[in-house]
């Protein structure tokens, strides 16, 4: 059995590799009975597409591979609390758990509506929080110089 530590330490991996493409380092797995599923990382840069959030490849990803678009089984680990976009998808996928890194006082969804995730959610902030905080501040900080 992974801990939540582990799953978040993959999706901190993929922010750091969208970090080295300039893209806003965030990174997503979601995770089915102890499986990774789906994988996103920021490519908004990339696709120049700004719904290519970490979390919506992630989820695009997972239920491609369930063949179905419900998540009620999954946790979703991402290393920046989602923004409000991120959260209504992920309210229709029914997400079964949804783990947060850091959180965003200025575009998460919780700054503006606590209840856009599905009430079955279960919610787990905090995990590895200062290592995902760490990486965005460090690549906003390179940005200004």
Known sequence: MFSDDYFMEIAL???EEAAEEGEIPVGAVVV??????GKGRNQTEQF?????H???LAITAATQ???????TDCTLYVTLEPCVMCAGAL???QLGRLVIGAPDPKRGYSRIETSLLHPKTRLETGILA???QDLLTKFFRRLRT
């Open 130 to 132: 200062s290592e995902s």
């Open 65 to 71: 591979y369930l063949g179905g678009k419900y998540l």
């Open 54 to 56: 970490a979390e919506m």
């Open 32 to 37: 089915c009975r102890n499986r990774i599923i």
């Open 91 to 93: 309210f229709w996928t």
């Open 48 to 52: 120049k597409d700004v719904t290519a």
């Open 13 to 15: 991996n993929l922010a």
